[in-house]
């Protein structure tokens, strides 16, 4: 058992067993997989957090509620993304959904490489008050959240939140949609 709770696992449960490599996809060609997952639309956010001082900032769009008691949801960070330790760390971190006005913030969120310092500059947001992490005030919803358990995915971790806090900074916004590797919006 690990000292760090955020990273702590309970026992595996016999019935959620990975299945062997031979019947978990290994043939499956990863292309055709992306092509046929991309036909589920998502709804698109950015999850943010706070670390040393700085803010960091992913866009997300494997992200979902989990439970109603306690109060849950789940992102899905890349192990490879800077942002993967800093969530980990920061232990509180926020989830804005964006409006369809929102791409660029979308696009600039999901470019590799770019600079940390000042990278919310021109964005519009508020600290919530729960976590202190940027909370964009454009979005059609924001969550804020305490992680509460790191779960292995493959090549990403699955981060689940308890909900601190909830707003709806634009109630009138219209949600940004991903779908078959572009962005859409509703009709």
């Known amino acids: 058992m690990t000292s760090d709770p955020l990273r702590a696992r309970p026992p595996a449960d016999p019935r959620l067993r990975t299945p062997p490599a031979a019947a978990a ?41 989990v439970s109603l008691d306690p109060l849950l949801v789940l992102v899905c960070v890349e192990k490879a993304a800077r942002f993967h330790d800093v969530v980990l760390d920061a232990g509180e971190w926020a989830v804005s959904v964006l409006t369809e006005d929102m791409r660029d913030a979308s696009q600039w969120f999901a470019t590799r490489g770019r600079t940390l310092d000042g990278q919310l500059e021109g964005w519009e947001h508020t600290r919530g008050p729960a976590t202190g992490a940027a909370v964009f005030s454009r979005a059609v919803a924001a969550l804020e959240c305490r992680t509460h358990a790191v779960h292995d995915g493959g090549d990403h971790s699955i981060v689940v939140g308890e909900v601190l806090g909830l707003d709806v900074p634009d109630p009138d916004g219209r949600p940004l949609l991903y779908y078959e590797g572009a962005y859409r919006t509703l009709a």
């Open 25 to 65: 996809g290994r043939d499956v060609d990863p292309a055709l997989y992306r092509q046929v997952v991309g036909r589920f639309a998502t709804g698109v956010a950015i999850v943010t957090a706070v670390r040393d001082g700085t803010d960091h900032a992913m866009t997300v769009n494997a992200f979902t509620s």
